[in-house]
């Protein structure tokens, strides 16, 4: 599995924000993907297994919850350029991820310009809460 997270890095809280400017599928998809990517560069964010009073086990759900928030295109650049934001895991989905469904030419479009003129659709971030905290606690969920 790739990460170039240090070891001893923890996820404390994590939070998605999204372009509130999306349509709604498009915000959804947005989530989707960031959220799939979280999972997967900290599985520790993925619980135990669940089982229902019938003995079936389920997957096991995010213990620590995960808020989904809104911002404006320039609030999310704003973001990821605070002092701050260096502290946490950040992933990044910008709107050349959704105008093609070949990775290939996906990760050739982004790689043609430098992140901060990525046009964002959302943001995972992840880390020490109150870093987290400082970053996202003056933005409202998505509604």
């Not at 934001?85 to 290939?104: S, W």
């Not at 982004?110 to 905290?133: D, I, N, T």
């Amino acid at each position: 599995m790739y990460s170039d997270l240090p070891a001893a890095f923890k996820a404390e809280r994590c939070v998605i924000v999204i372009n509130r400017d999306l349509p709604l599928g498009n915000m959804a998809n947005a989530a989707a993907v960031l959220a799939l990517t979280l999972g997967q560069r900290h599985p520790a964010l993925v619980g135990d297994m669940l089982e229902d009073s019938d003995g079936l086990r389920w997957p096991g759900l995010i213990p620590i919850g995960i808020s989904v928030l809104a911002a404006g295109e320039q609030e999310l650049s704003e973001l990821l350029h605070q002092p701050q934001a260096a502290q946490l895991d950040r992933i990044l989905f910008p709107l050349d991820g959704q105008q093609t469904t070949d990775y290939a030419a996906f990760r050739a479009s982004v790689a043609a310009r430098p992140s901060h003129q990525w046009r964002l659709l959302g943001v995972a971030l992840a880390g020490e809460k109150k870093a987290v905290r400082k970053l996202t606690g003056k933005l409202k969920l998505l509604a």
